[in-house]
T-cell receptor
Framework: DQQVKQNSPSLSVQEGRISILNCDYT??????FLWYKKYPAEGPTFLIS???IKDKNEDGRFTVFLNKSAKHLSLHIVPSQPGDSAVYFC?????????????WGLGTSLAVNP | SAVISQKPSRDICQRGTSLTIQCQVD?????MFWYRQQPGQSLTLIAT?????????ESGFVIDKFPISRPNLTFSTLTVSNMSPEDSSIYLC???????????FGPGTRLLVL
């Protein structure tokens, strides 16, 4: 059972436009969420995170929104750049017991076209 | 952030053999983790490598198949034993202060078992 779901395997956007990557989760014990970016032949790189006490966190061009009632988060990239083309993983964890480990989504492959 | 290297970066192995993957960090870290990413799948935590004691394995992973060593706070090895084609995967080590904190990943080891 996939506790963290990224339902869009791929996304294509034009350079300069907004990229919106979505993530849904099922475990109500999750209280910390992260986004990672992965280029081919490299390990995932941390991008941005958000805890459940917030509904928005912004870092430069990257903003993560959390909707706890819907168990949904999204990553917005504005403006998108060709260098943003990568696979983006959503991950979540709780703060106790077996929920403490990171649970990962399958990833969304983003292509930003010049 | 820590700088993490892994050896080998890739390998092709025959079934029934074993491969040891090394993970070296440029600074002392509290937690080291080993992940697997099978084709088309998300990252799955294999185990937490504990310094000076036995690793903590996740459900579905056992020490006989994936023995782990962590002799100090900067180095760990993962052995994939008695390999079968189902072990073909990317193996990643990561480090972080704790489960729920940001983790930093090595570049990964791409393993193909024939």
């Amino acid at each position: 059972d996939q506790q963290v779901k990224q339902n869009s395997p791929s996304l294509s956007v034009q350079e300069g436009r907004i990229s919106i990557l979505n993530c849904d989760y099922t475990n109500s014990m999750f209280d910390y969420f992260l986004w990672y970016k992965k280029y081919p032949a490299e390990g995932p790189t941390f991008l941005i995170s958000i805890s459940s006490i917030k509904d928005k966190n912004e870092d430069g061009r990257f903003t993560v929104f959390l909707n706890k009632s819907a168990k949904h988060l999204s990553l917005h990239i504005v403006p998108s750049q060709p260098g943003d083309s990568a696979v983006y993983f959503c991950a979540a964890s709780g703060n106790a017991g077996n929920n403490r480990k990171l649970i990962w989504g399958l990833g969304t492959s983003l292509a930003v076209n010049p | 952030s820590a700088v993490i290297s892994q050896k080998p970066s890739r390998d092709i192995c025959q079934r029934g053999t074993s491969l040891t993957i090394q993970c070296q960090v440029d600074s002392q870290v509290t937690m080291m983790f080993w992940y697997r990413q099978q084709p088309g799948q998300s990252l799955t935590l294999i185990a937490t490598a504990n310094q000076g004691s036995e690793a903590t394995y996740e459900s579905g992973f056992v020490i006989d198949k994936f023995p782990i060593s962590r002799p100090n706070l900067t180095f760990s090895t993962l052995t994939v034993s008695n390999m079968s084609p189902e072990d073909s995967s990317i193996y990643l080590c990561s480090v972080g202060p704790d489960y729920q904190e940001t983790q930093y990943f090595g570049p990964g080891t791409r393993l193909l078992v024939l």
